[in-house]
Nanobody, 124 residues
Framework: QIQLVESGGGSVQAGGSLKLSCAAS????????MGWFRRAPGKERDQIAS???????SYADSVKGRFTISRDNQKNAVYLQMNSLKPEDTAVYYC??????????????????WGQGTQVTVSS
């Protein structure tokens, strides 16, 4: 199982930028897709970005063009560069391993529990 610790959140004015980091443990990290999720107050947790094991990325429409997900397999880390932040981006941000169904081994190891997340607050 992959264990994750998020960091880098904070308070920023609208239009500003933040870079979130996710430190991961696990030998199989490089084989697992990773995603960033967020949960705004009173709302469900939604996936906003993902990156697969070979580096292909995908984004929710709400953040496309503003956020960039990346990974550094040597450091077992995932990042989320957030630019042009808006008040509606205010949320707790989480990273997580994305489940695999095509490989029994990857299905077993590409799992993670939700961590504490990191708070991002965007003011107008």
């Amino acid at each position: 199982q992959i264990q994750l610790v998020e960091s880098g959140g904070g308070s920023v004015q609208a239009g500003g930028s933040l870079k979130l980091s996710c430190a991961a443990s696990g030998y199989a990290f490089s084989s697992c897709g990773m995603g960033w999720f967020r949960r705004a107050p009173g709302k469900e947790r939604d996936q906003i970005a993902s990156i697969n094991s070979i580096g292909s990325t995908s984004y929710a429409d709400s953040v496309k063009g503003r956020f960039t997900i990346s990974r550094d397999n040597q450091k077992n880390a995932v990042y989320l560069q957030m630019n042009s932040l808006k008040p509606e981006d205010t949320a707790v941000y989480y990273c997580a391993a994305l489940p695999r169904t095509d490989s029994p081994v990857l299905q077993r190891v590409c799992k993670s529990d939700w961590g504490q997340g990191t708070q991002v607050t965007v003011s107008s």
